[in-house]
């Protein structure tokens, strides 16, 4: 949860307070601190790239199957395409497979979709979450996080839920100060963005 919210609430901030759409949202671009708060990276890279460098990108961020699907049309990254990329990241986290590997065809959303509608939601959690779920109470707020994961990655982007929207959803699942301190002077030349912004908890 502390990855999940804290990723979030770094999108959120590039979105809202530095207007800067990521572009290339992949678990690889979360960098994590010694207490396991996010450090979102590489962001400032797609505004610097031209435009057959920025479609090499998006064709590597398919491959590894974090890319919303109308980027295939579209060919221009936008909050609801970093929304998406968001989405794989939690069920990521959730599920404990890489999303670049696809089962029975199928990316990773659709694999997770798939199960949810034959009513087996059980089958998809990593065995060490269920593990967790059966110990306390987090097997309602591991369900709430996997429908919040779904909604980001719709197939429709108008479907989608803003960065700031999928942070207060993450706070109501569970709420609490874990996901990051706030945003600090510009760290390393610019090559983090804080993993939460002040105000975040409103």
Sequence with gaps: MTIAKGTARGLAYLHDDMSIVHGNLT???VLLDEQWNPKISDF?????MTT???SNV???AGALGYRAPELSKLKKANAKTDVYSLGVIILELLTGKSPADSTNG??????VASIVKEEWTSE???????RDAA??????ELMDTLKLALHCVDPAPSVRPEAREVVRQLEQIRPG?????????????????PAASAGDDE
């Design 27 to 29: 678990a690889s671009n």
């Design 44 to 48: 400032g890279l797609s505004r610097l």
């Design 52 to 54: 057959a460098a920025n």
């Design 58 to 60: 998006l064709a590597a």
């Design 106 to 111: 199928m990316d990773l959303p659709q694999w």
């Design 124 to 130: 998809v959690f990593d065995l060490e979450l269920m």
């Design 135 to 140: 110990a306390g109470t987090v097997g309602d």
């Design 177 to 193: 100060s874990d996901g990051g301190a706030g945003p600090s002077e510009e760290e390393g030349g610019g090559a983090h963005v």
